[in-house]
Protein backbone atom coordinates (compact mmCIF):
# COMPACT_ATOMS: atom_id res chain seq x y z
CA UNK A 1 0.00 0.00 0.00
CA UNK A 2 1.80 3.52 -1.00
CA UNK A 3 -1.35 5.35 -0.43
CA UNK A 4 -1.59 8.22 1.54
CA UNK A 5 -5.38 9.36 2.31
CA UNK A 6 -7.34 12.77 2.79
CA UNK A 7 -10.39 13.05 4.50
CA UNK A 8 -12.47 14.84 3.26
CA UNK A 9 -11.86 16.04 -0.38
CA UNK A 10 -13.73 19.07 -0.16
CA UNK A 11 -14.63 21.47 2.90
CA UNK A 12 -16.50 24.60 3.23
CA UNK A 13 -16.69 26.28 6.39
CA UNK A 14 -17.40 29.41 7.99
CA UNK A 15 -15.18 31.82 9.85
CA UNK A 16 -16.20 30.38 13.16
CA UNK A 17 -16.73 26.76 12.30
CA UNK A 18 -14.14 23.91 13.84
CA UNK A 19 -13.64 21.68 11.54
CA UNK A 20 -10.63 19.11 11.16
CA UNK A 21 -8.84 17.50 8.46
CA UNK A 22 -7.60 13.90 8.33
CA UNK A 23 -5.00 12.33 6.63
CA UNK A 24 -3.60 8.11 6.88
CA UNK A 25 -0.66 6.12 5.67
CA UNK A 26 0.89 2.86 6.43
CA UNK A 27 3.54 2.66 4.56
CA UNK A 28 5.52 2.74 7.94
CA UNK A 29 6.48 6.54 7.36
CA UNK A 30 7.71 8.01 10.52
CA UNK A 31 7.85 11.58 8.53
CA UNK A 32 4.45 13.45 7.89
CA UNK A 33 3.87 16.61 6.75
CA UNK A 34 1.34 19.13 6.11
CA UNK A 35 1.74 21.97 2.95
CA UNK A 36 -0.93 24.69 1.76
CA UNK A 37 -1.20 24.85 -1.74
CA UNK A 38 -2.85 28.14 -3.14
CA UNK A 39 -3.74 28.37 -7.22
CA UNK A 40 -0.59 28.24 -9.28
CA UNK A 41 1.96 27.92 -6.40
CA UNK A 42 3.98 25.85 -5.00
CA UNK A 43 3.18 23.84 -2.15
CA UNK A 44 4.10 25.80 1.06
CA UNK A 45 5.22 23.28 4.08
CA UNK A 46 3.21 24.30 7.05
CA UNK A 47 4.23 21.54 9.72
CA UNK A 48 6.44 18.09 9.98
CA UNK A 49 5.94 15.16 12.29
CA UNK A 50 8.85 13.05 12.77
CA UNK A 51 8.26 9.79 15.51
CA UNK A 52 5.06 11.67 15.98
CA UNK A 53 6.41 14.58 17.56
CA UNK A 54 6.05 18.13 15.39
CA UNK A 55 9.92 18.71 14.49
CA UNK A 56 9.14 22.00 12.45
CA UNK A 57 6.06 24.90 12.56
CA UNK A 58 7.06 27.22 10.04
CA UNK A 59 5.38 30.03 11.67
CA UNK A 60 1.62 28.97 11.08
CA UNK A 61 -0.94 30.43 13.08
CA UNK A 62 -2.42 29.22 15.97
CA UNK A 63 -5.95 28.68 14.09
CA UNK A 64 -4.15 25.93 12.11
CA UNK A 65 -3.54 23.25 15.37
CA UNK A 66 -1.63 19.60 14.15
CA UNK A 67 -2.01 16.31 15.79
CA UNK A 68 -0.26 13.46 15.29
CA UNK A 69 -2.23 10.76 17.26
CA UNK A 70 -0.34 7.39 16.17
CA UNK A 71 2.66 6.67 13.58
CA UNK A 72 -0.27 6.49 10.78
CA UNK A 73 -2.71 9.48 11.18
CA UNK A 74 -2.03 13.23 10.98
CA UNK A 75 -4.64 15.38 11.61
CA UNK A 76 -5.05 19.52 11.27
CA UNK A 77 -7.72 21.16 13.56
CA UNK A 78 -8.98 24.54 11.95
CA UNK A 79 -10.55 27.45 14.18
CA UNK A 80 -11.70 30.71 13.31
CA UNK A 81 -10.48 30.42 9.80
CA UNK A 82 -9.91 33.58 7.24
CA UNK A 83 -11.45 33.99 3.90
CA UNK A 84 -7.42 34.02 2.82
CA UNK A 85 -6.87 30.58 4.31
CA UNK A 86 -8.84 28.83 1.20
CA UNK A 87 -6.56 26.46 -0.27
CA UNK A 88 -5.86 23.00 -1.44
CA UNK A 89 -4.31 21.46 1.97
CA UNK A 90 -1.63 18.46 1.35
CA UNK A 91 -0.72 15.74 3.59
CA UNK A 92 2.06 14.49 2.94
CA UNK A 93 4.72 11.21 4.49
CA UNK A 94 8.35 10.08 4.01
CA UNK A 95 10.35 7.29 5.47
CA UNK A 96 13.03 9.09 7.91
CA UNK A 97 17.03 9.47 7.33
CA UNK A 98 18.42 6.27 8.88
CA UNK A 99 15.49 3.87 8.13
CA UNK A 100 15.39 4.14 4.26
CA UNK A 101 16.19 3.00 0.98
CA UNK A 102 19.64 3.81 -0.76
CA UNK A 103 18.08 6.08 -3.74
CA UNK A 104 15.18 7.95 -2.19
CA UNK A 105 14.94 7.89 1.15
CA UNK A 106 12.86 10.97 2.10
CA UNK A 107 10.97 11.08 -0.97
CA UNK A 108 7.60 12.41 0.09
CA UNK A 109 4.27 10.74 -1.10
CA UNK A 110 1.58 13.17 -1.07
CA UNK A 111 -2.18 12.26 -0.72
CA UNK A 112 -5.13 14.06 -3.05
CA UNK A 113 -5.52 17.09 -1.03
CA UNK A 114 -8.47 18.74 0.79
CA UNK A 115 -9.59 21.23 -1.06
CA UNK A 116 -10.96 24.07 1.68
CA UNK A 117 -13.11 27.43 0.87
CA UNK A 118 -14.08 29.18 3.39
CA UNK A 119 -16.60 31.65 3.93
CA UNK B 1 12.71 35.65 1.25
CA UNK B 2 12.47 32.90 -1.66
CA UNK B 3 14.99 30.33 -1.25
CA UNK B 4 14.75 27.87 -4.57
CA UNK B 5 14.12 30.26 -7.88
CA UNK B 6 12.70 28.07 -10.64
CA UNK B 7 12.32 29.32 -14.56
CA UNK B 8 10.79 29.71 -16.87
CA UNK B 9 6.97 30.08 -15.28
CA UNK B 10 5.51 28.42 -17.86
CA UNK B 11 6.58 26.70 -21.43
CA UNK B 12 4.31 25.68 -24.35
CA UNK B 13 6.11 23.52 -26.59
CA UNK B 14 4.72 21.14 -29.50
CA UNK B 15 4.74 17.59 -29.12
CA UNK B 16 8.29 16.40 -30.26
CA UNK B 17 10.22 19.41 -28.53
CA UNK B 18 12.81 19.62 -25.85
CA UNK B 19 11.73 21.24 -22.75
CA UNK B 20 13.71 21.97 -19.72
CA UNK B 21 13.38 23.81 -16.47
CA UNK B 22 16.23 24.82 -13.70
CA UNK B 23 16.63 25.28 -10.29
CA UNK B 24 18.83 27.83 -8.68
CA UNK B 25 19.21 27.62 -5.22
CA UNK B 26 20.61 31.31 -2.88
CA UNK B 27 22.29 28.19 -0.54
CA UNK B 28 24.27 24.78 -0.72
CA UNK B 29 21.64 22.33 -0.69
CA UNK B 30 21.88 18.65 0.75
CA UNK B 31 19.78 17.11 -1.66
CA UNK B 32 16.58 17.91 -4.25
CA UNK B 33 14.09 16.52 -5.60
CA UNK B 34 11.63 16.65 -8.27
CA UNK B 35 8.12 16.37 -8.60
CA UNK B 36 5.09 16.59 -11.05
CA UNK B 37 1.38 17.86 -10.88
CA UNK B 38 -1.07 16.98 -13.09
CA UNK B 39 -3.87 19.40 -13.11
CA UNK B 40 -6.67 18.93 -10.60
CA UNK B 41 -3.90 16.39 -9.12
CA UNK B 42 -1.33 16.21 -6.53
CA UNK B 43 2.66 16.17 -6.73
CA UNK B 44 4.19 13.12 -7.53
CA UNK B 45 7.64 12.00 -7.25
CA UNK B 46 9.71 11.81 -9.83
CA UNK B 47 13.24 11.58 -8.36
CA UNK B 48 16.09 12.86 -6.01
CA UNK B 49 19.82 13.68 -6.09
CA UNK B 50 22.03 13.98 -3.72
CA UNK B 51 25.45 13.95 -5.31
CA UNK B 52 27.42 16.52 -6.54
CA UNK B 53 27.58 16.53 -9.97
CA UNK B 54 25.11 13.89 -10.43
CA UNK B 55 23.27 12.93 -13.11
CA UNK B 56 19.88 10.95 -13.59
CA UNK B 57 17.73 9.68 -16.72
CA UNK B 58 14.41 8.20 -16.82
CA UNK B 59 13.74 7.15 -20.31
CA UNK B 60 12.92 11.12 -21.73
CA UNK B 61 13.80 12.75 -18.33
CA UNK B 62 17.26 13.68 -17.37
CA UNK B 63 18.06 15.22 -14.18
CA UNK B 64 21.29 17.45 -13.22
CA UNK B 65 22.90 18.55 -9.70
CA UNK B 66 25.01 21.07 -10.03
CA UNK B 67 28.54 20.52 -8.70
CA UNK B 68 28.00 23.58 -6.41
CA UNK B 69 24.56 21.48 -4.89
CA UNK B 70 23.23 25.22 -5.53
CA UNK B 71 21.18 24.90 -9.14
CA UNK B 72 19.28 21.25 -10.60
CA UNK B 73 17.97 20.93 -13.99
CA UNK B 74 14.80 18.81 -15.27
CA UNK B 75 15.32 18.34 -19.20
CA UNK B 76 12.70 16.11 -21.14
CA UNK B 77 13.97 14.91 -24.91
CA UNK B 78 10.67 14.83 -27.29
CA UNK B 79 8.08 16.18 -24.91
CA UNK B 80 4.72 13.82 -25.36
CA UNK B 81 1.11 15.08 -24.73
CA UNK B 82 1.67 12.71 -21.40
CA UNK B 83 4.55 15.52 -20.12
CA UNK B 84 1.65 18.04 -19.57
CA UNK B 85 1.45 19.25 -15.94
CA UNK B 86 3.76 21.69 -13.65
CA UNK B 87 6.64 20.21 -12.73
CA UNK B 88 8.42 21.93 -9.22
CA UNK B 89 11.97 21.11 -7.72
CA UNK B 90 12.18 20.89 -3.84
CA UNK B 91 15.49 21.03 -1.98
CA UNK B 92 16.55 20.34 1.65
CA UNK B 93 19.87 21.35 3.65
CA UNK B 94 21.73 19.05 5.73
CA UNK B 95 20.61 20.19 8.70
CA UNK B 96 17.10 19.81 8.00
CA UNK B 97 16.34 17.14 6.01
CA UNK B 98 12.62 17.21 6.21
CA UNK B 99 12.18 20.53 5.54
CA UNK B 100 11.73 21.11 1.59
CA UNK B 101 12.01 24.45 -0.15
CA UNK B 102 9.95 24.02 -3.35
CA UNK B 103 10.61 26.18 -6.37
CA UNK B 104 7.73 28.02 -7.90
CA UNK B 105 7.52 25.46 -10.58
CA UNK B 106 7.39 25.33 -13.99
CA UNK B 107 4.16 25.05 -16.08
CA UNK B 108 4.26 22.76 -19.26
CA UNK B 109 1.96 22.61 -21.97
CA UNK B 110 2.49 20.26 -24.98
CA UNK B 111 0.58 21.03 -28.00
CA UNK B 112 0.00 17.79 -30.54
Known amino acids: DTEVTQTPKHLVMGMTNKKSLKCEQHMGHRAMYWYKQKAKKPPELMFVYSYEKLSINESVPSRFSPECPNSSLLNLHLHALQPEDSALYLC??????????????????FGPGTRLTVL | GQQVMQIPQYQHVQEGEDFTTYCNSSTTLSNIQWYKQRPGGHPVFLIQ?????EVKKQKRLTFQFGEAKKNSSLHITATQTTDVGTYFCAGARAYNFNKFYFGSGTKLNVKP
Open chain 2, 49 to 53: LVKSG
Open chain 1, 92 to 109: ASSQERGIAAPANYNEQF
